[in-house]
């Protein structure tokens, strides 16, 4: 006779995580039961329910935990080598690639997300914040380096995060897959790394105006 191998609470989420997460993908959110989950597991639905109290429940875990793995890699990307300048490019980058990739490339996956996005808003604006927070402190950390114009970092990190809507997004990147290309995205990136920088005060352009502004 076999005997199930018992887990700790935290590990026994974990394990319903994974195969909830590995149905929804193969079969889809919508058609995927709580039955079903158990039953990858070889246990009962109500041991399901000990550990969540619906499969929206579970959704809700996913689409954190789908966070969490997106927040670990930005910061990644943010506390790397290179300048604030090249590494704000480079997270607005990876970030449009991460979501395209982890989030989109599967219509099952694309459900699931939307429906988490639907059903639990909370995680979706403590993402937001997260994201606007990191784009602030990029910013004051190119402000510190001379890279940057003095500015309000928290309004314009604000803004960053507004201008990026289509490239992050789930189901905007789903919708407009041809438009948001890896190299539109990066051409949006230094488009909005450069309206941050110091004026150049060398160029024909600035001198011009200066000339214009002492006459």
């Known amino acids: 006779m076999s005997i199930r191998p ?33 039953g990858a597991l070889s246990m009962s639905p109500a041991n399901i329910y000990r550990f969540f109290p619906s499969k929206g429940a579970i959704n809700d875990a996913l689409c954190r935990r789908m966070l969490a793995e997106l927040h670990a890699m930005a910061e990644g990307v943010a506390n790397g080598r290179g300048t604030a300048p090249r590494r704000l490019e480079d997270l607005i980058v990876a970030v449009h690639l991460h979501s395209k990739t982890r989030f989109t490339h599967q219509q099952t996956v694309h459900e699931m997300v939307a429906v988490a996005m639907q059903e639990n808003w909370e995680a979706v604006e403590e993402h937001i914040h997260f994201m606007k927070a990191l784009f602030a402190r990029l910013i004051d950390e190119g402000v510190a ?43 949006l990136a ?18 011009s105006s200066d000339r214009g502004e002492s006459s």
């Not at 590990?11 to 995927?32: C, P, Q, V």
């Not at 114009?149 to 490239?167: E, K, Q, Y």
């Open 145 to 187: 380096a001379g890279e940057f114009a003095v500015c309000d970092s928290r309004t314009l990190g604000d803004l960053i995060g507004f201008g990026c809507c289509g490239a992050f997004h789930p189901a905007m990147i789903a919708d407009c897959v041809e438009e948001t290309s890896e190299q539109k995205v990066r051409g």
């Open 190 to 207: 230094r488009l909005l790394v450069r309206g941050l920088r110091l004026p150049d005060t060398t160029s024909p352009a600035m001198a």
């Open 6 to 38: 018992r887990f700790e609470p935290d590990e026994a989420r974990e394990h319903i995580l994974d195969a909830a997460e590995a149905l929804f993908r193969r079969m889809g959110y919508s058609k995927t039961t709580v039955a079903d989950i158990a």
